[in-house]
């Protein structure tokens, strides 16, 4: 145990009220160098923290500041809850702060809790912020709850830390090149992940919302704050932010539970348009005589991303996660040529058993587990139950395995076509399950004349109707199952066959929990998950998800003749920001499938373009999927070359994502990315969607962990050519990508 003077006349501390000063506590060391502490100063300021921050707490007016080791400050903070009767109040709205602290031994691990207790008989109520600090670890953990002296609370809308104009508060960064990283609520609609700049002078403030995480940083150092929640079984966290008139400085953050936010036609994708929670409905409340945030992760880091390998580390320690034994699958898809439910009728059944006898002959791609031949949201006049197990019988002669897809929480259906209707796998109507808007109308998930309809997770049907589809996925032998459009069940409603699950996100998370345990209990729980459109979190009920929306493989947004959305550029930008989840969150992610020729009608891929697609697969730690039609000479011979060369095929059998060295900043197409993989044989890989410059970028020896005195020579990935050499007395070199293009190579030592 360490020892601390405290000088808090007044306050209480482990619910001892002091009376003088040097009064002698004992609190648990936490980290290497120093112990947290609380101390006062003589204008009654507490401060407690360790060797990575300081949190100040102001004895009059309950204000709390955050001064990290790396230079991040956060002024004046506070905590709210706003109560559907009553309205807000903060933590600076009392009069009475009263400190304690208490020992913490949980998931994470031992630390300390300060608690702050905002009291008076002015209010009604009491509120509790919490700061837990770990030994050993960089980051914090807040929340506050709010406990009624009289009747309950009721609220849609609390958060452990705003920051607020009201009170002068202020979030600041250091560094020349500031931005927030503003992440969408899920992977839908193409919508990118934003790197925000500060406005010229004199230029409106820009303003947003992320969802359940984000990060104020420095673009050229990487360092930043990373912030985040890491419960998802009942809020939605929003955290909006505005730019202040000083760069780097936010003076305005609210991190907070109860974000509900509808699609907006007349923003931008990005900018309200389509990066909300996509509800029609305001966000479920909190009812009790104690309400609760969730805990909410702080940490700033010089290594912004090892603070997110961080936050996904705790939000697996307290949610769980997915493991997975042996190698990762690799599988083929039928989206990339069929199309929407095969209705073009371009691959019919009997081409699948050419498409296996094809996979087949490529050692390599099944040299390290069975291949996955999956049909993807098939019709099921054509992919009947039994010509899907006739499928998987002829690839299991080939030694592969099935694939089986389906959507859990959406059913699609000609648009006002649901009356009558029954949901398959139960007697139940359709128009008794689904998800109700202001007006008490079924909510339509996807708009269209074919559109979706999103069904209550809670109401017994979706049970029997998962069960349904896991049975046929057991009757065909599937061992990798596909699940999409799972955003749907995280709507909120006016109504839900269980009352007493008050909000969308409450109502996703057992969704996904019975199903996870349905899939264990009748399939077994050797079967691979992919999420595709879904969020984020929870993520402990799968072993992948999609980075972005369905991805198909030309370079550009902006290429003639391609759609205007789904291009390695536009997934890879995004997931320059998000290759932390590998590892942390799930085994692998999943960046979609490849292409060897052309994605359904578009236009044919080159060479290069196809290049630059699997290595945006690696660098993201992705599973190896390709879609393409082997029937064709010309996807057959690429497959070949590129699916089955040996170094892509040993690297897609235990893929690791790759350290981003230069991420993705603001929104041109012309981005140029940089990542490189630690090990015993360093990989660095370069990306230039630049169409009229080159990409060069300089390396040196301490950043890359090189030993300093050995020679290594530079091969390229997938022939092994040496292409270049580093002498042993050189420190530094470069790196160069061509227009357009991509380089990965492989840093070997010459003894």
């Not at 400190?99 to 009491?126: F, P, R």
């Not at 202020?170 to 790197?195: I, K, M």
């Not at 929003?238 to 974000?259: H, I, R, W």
């Not at 994605?599 to 992705?622: C, H, T």
Request: with cysteine.
């Amino acid at each position: 145990m360490q020892h601390f003077y405290a000088v808090l006349k007044g306050k209480k501390i482990n619910g001892v009220k002091l009376s003088g000063l040097g009064i002698m506590l004992s609190i648990m060391h936490l980290g290497n160098a120093s112990t947290a502490q609380i101390t006062q100063t003589k204008t009654d300021q507490s401060i407690f923290g360790n060797e990575y921050v300081k949190i100040t707490v102001d004895g009059h007016t309950g204000l709390v500041g955050y001064a990290f080791a790396n230079g991040t400050h956060l002024y004046n903070t506070v905590a709210y809850v706003n109560d559907v009767r009553t309205g807000r109040v903060t933590s600076a709205d009392f009069a009475s702060h009263t400190i304690t602290t208490e020992a913490i031994d949980d998931k994470i691990g031992k630390g300390t809790a300060l608690l702050i207790k905002h009291s008076d008989n002015k209010h009604k109520i009491v509120l509790t912020q919490r700061f837990t600090v770990y030994k050993d670890h960089p980051y914090l953990l807040i929340n506050v709850s709010a406990t009624a002296a009289g009747m309950p609370i009721e609220t849609r809308d609390i958060s452990p830390l705003a920051v607020l104009p009201r009170y002068k508060g202020q979030l600041a960064v250091p560094g020349s090149e500031p931005r927030v990283l503003d992440v969408p609520f899920d992977n839908d609609d193409w919508t990118t992940t934003l790197e925000t700049s500060w406005p010229k002078a004199n230029a409106p403030a820009v303003k947003g919302i992320s969802y359940e995480f984000m990060a104020v940083y420095d673009q050229l150092k990487n360092s930043g704050l990373v912030i985040g929640s890491v419960n998802h079984d009942f809020w939605k966290t929003g955290l909006a932010y505005q730019t202040g008139n000083k760069s780097g400085v936010l003076d305005s953050l609210n991190v907070f539970g109860g974000a509900a936010t509808p699609d907006n036609p007349a923003l931008k994708s990005a900018y309200g348009g389509l990066d909300g929670t996509h509800d029609h409905v305001e966000h479920g409340t909190m009812l009790g005589k104690t309400v609760n945030s969730a805990d909410v992760y702080l940490c700033a880091s010089d290594d912004l991303h090892e603070a997110f390998k961080d936050y996904g580390r705790v939000n697996s320690a307290i949610n769980g996660k997915q493991t997975w034994e042996g190698a990762a699958p690799v599988y083929w898809n039928s989206f990339g040529v069929e199309g929407v439910l095969g209705y073009e009728k371009v691959m019919m059944p009997p081409a699948v058993n050419q498409i296996s006898d094809f996979v087949h002959s490529m050692k390599n791609f099944s040299a390290y587990s069975k291949p996955v031949l999956s049909i993807d949201s098939y019709d099921q006049g054509i992919y009947s139950t039994e010509v899907l197990k006739s499928i998987g019988e002829y690839g299991a002669k080939n030694g592969q395995q099935m694939g089986f897809y389906f959507i859990p929480f959406a059913m699609w259906s000609w648009k006002d076509d649901i009356k009558g209707h029954k949901l398959p796998g139960s007697d139940y109507l359709l128009q008794d399950v689904l998800l109700h808007d202001k007006a008490g109308k079924p909510i339509l998930y996807k708009e269209g004349q074919w559109g979706a309809y999103a069904m209550d997770p809670t109401h017994p049907a979706i049970r029997l109707y998962i069960i349904q589809q896991l049975k046929k996925a057991k009757a065909i032998n599937a061992k990798f199952l596909k699940i999409d459009f799972l955003t749907a069940g995280a709507l909120e409603s006016t109504s839900r066959y269980d009352a007493k699950t008050r909000t969308g996100m409450q109502a996703y998370n057992y969704g996904m929990k019975t199903l996870r345990f349905l899939v264990d209990s009748i399939m077994g729980k050797d079967i691979f998950i992919t999420q595709a459109i879904s969020p984020l979190f929870p993520h402990q009920y799968a072993h992948t998800r999609f980075v972005s929306t369905d991805v198909y493989s030309h370079l550009r947004d902006d290429q003639k003749g391609f759609p205007n959305w789904g291009s390695t550029e536009s997934s890879l930008a995004t997931g320059s920001h998000m290759s932390w989840v590998q590892g942390t969150l799930f085994p692998y992610t999943n960046l979609d499938v490849s292409i060897m020729k052309n994605f359904q009608r578009n236009p044919d891929l080159n060479e290069r373009e196809i290049k630059v697609r699997l290595y945006a697969m690696m660098v993201m730690g992705s599973i190896l999927g390709d879609g393409s039609d082997y029937r064709n000479p010309i996807a057959a011979y690429r497959a070949q070359e590129f699916l089955d060369n040996k170094n892509i095929a040993e690297f897609f059998s235990h893929p690791k994502a790759f350290t981003p060295l230069k991420t993705a900043d603001g929104e041109t197409y012309d981005q140029q990315m940089s990542f490189y993989l630690p090990g015993d044989t360093i990989m660095l890989a370069l990306f230039n969607f630049d169409l009229k410059n080159n990409f060069q970028q300089q390396f040196s020896r301490q950043a890359l962990h090189l030993d300093p005195h050995k020679k290594y020579e530079f091969h390229d990935f997938m022939t092994d050519a040496v292409i270049g050499e580093l002498k042993a007395d050189v420190q530094t070199f470069s790196m160069v990508a061509g227009t357009g293009d991509t380089l990965l190579v492989k840093l070997v030592a010459v003894n």
